[in-house]
């Protein structure tokens, strides 16, 4: 009877224990007991508002980026590119089947370069906070440490054709890949989401200003995140998805010499055979747009109607070369109205409270 009573006591006084602790460790927000993730998901929001307070009053600009597991794509068929040396932009380093794409300017009302100031009355989001492009600044960024490597996959695998196609407003340049094998961008600033190669766009002089200075040209390689089919099915669910495009900005300077996939696309644009649609000799995205680690990163939106404040934009941080005959043969093309084609960009959008990142 007594070692019978010595149980009962020890039971009570166990889950009198057990029940404090459940107490102790219980969310203040719900019923159940915090788990490992809970606890995770507390650091990661204690990191963020450091992170938040240093660039806000200017401490040591140096950001952690920790990742909880995540599903990532199977790298097996994954053949990687070097990175070219080129001059830095931003300062010291601180199934079957063949895929087609949707043309960028499909099924939208009229607009023009000459008469942005209207592009909101078309385009409401043209005249929203987060706009590109920007001008970007050459030092002082945040620089992001720990995330994963950008993978720039299928990049040197040729397509089964490419065309250039010049429109009244852009000089495009399209592909078509089997679809295993079209090009996608993953990790880094952009974690294990993928984005798919979409269209490479040519803009002189520069969109994209770096520390007040404006360059040459420019080329904008989009992508679209991987669960949209075409550019219109992105547009449609940028209002709940931020990161439905990825953005990635080739800057070029003048040197003595001229990026070949510059110079191949251009070749056919300056070209005197009619029509604005060419075929191209077919090369891999990576040609165009070779492969790089070191970049800048921010927030933004289509830099043309309609907008969408759905692009999260990758700024190579080492120009490619351009001569400057190249450069003027540009500006002597002319649109399908036989109109010069001399300013294809739009102006520079305010930054507002957006920060830039730098991964490298």
């Not at 050459?138 to 995330?147: D, E, I, P, Q």
């Not at 996959?153 to 490419?162: D, G, I, L, Q, T």
């Amino acid at each position: 009877m007594v070692a019978d009573g010595k149980i009962r006591v020890f039971c009570i006084l166990f889950f009198a224990q057990t029940l404090e602790y459940a107490e102790l460790t219980q969310d203040q927000t719900t019923s159940r007991a915090n788990t490992l993730y809970d606890d995770a998901d507390d650091i990661q929001r204690q990191l963020d508002n450091e992170a938040r307070d240093r660039m806000k009053y200017g401490f040591p600009k140096t950001v952690w980026v920790f990742h909880l597991p995540t599903t990532f794509p199977d790298m097996s068929w994954f053949h990687e590119m070097k990175t070219p040396r080129n001059s830095y932009l931003f300062g010291k380093r601180a199934t079957s089947g063949v895929e087609t794409v949707t043309p960028l300017l499909s099924n939208l009302k009229a607009w023009d370069y000459k008469d942005q100031n209207k592009w909101s009355t078309l385009f409401p989001e043209c005249a929203g906070r987060s706009q590109s492009p920007v001008n970007l600044p050459a030092s002082g960024l945040v620089k992001a440490r720990g995330a994963r490597r950008l993978l720039f996959c299928n990049y040197n695998v040729p397509a089964k054709s490419m065309r250039v196609v010049r429109d009244s407003q852009s000089l495009t340049l399209y592909g078509k890949w089997n679809k295993v094998d079209r090009p996608l961008v993953c990790g880094g600033a952009a974690h294990s989401r993928r984005y798919l190669f979409h269209s490479l766009t040519l803009h002189w002089p520069s969109e994209h200003v770096i520390g007040g200075l404006q360059y040459p040209l420019e080329s904008q390689a989009l992508h679209i995140s991987a669960e949209y089919k075409t550019f219109k099915d992105a547009v449609a669910a940028a209002s709940r998805d931020k990161l439905a495009f990825l953005g990635i900005v080739n800057i070029y300077k003048f040197t003595n010499r001229t990026q070949q996939g510059l110079k191949s696309i251009l070749k056919a644009a300056t070209s005197k055979r009619p029509g604005n649609n060419y075929s191209i000799p077919a090369h891999s995205i990576g040609f165009f747009t070779p492969p790089f680690q070191e970049y800048v990163t921010y927030q933004g939106s289509l830099t043309y109607p309609p907008c969408t404040e759905a692009v999260l934009w990758f700024v190579r941080a080492r120009s490619l070369p351009v001569e400057r005959n190249i450069v003027k043969a540009a500006h002597k093309l002319t649109n399908p109205y036989n109109e010069p084609m001399k300013l294809l960009i739009r102006r520079l959008q305010p930054m507002n409270d957006r920060k830039t990142y730098f991964f490298g």
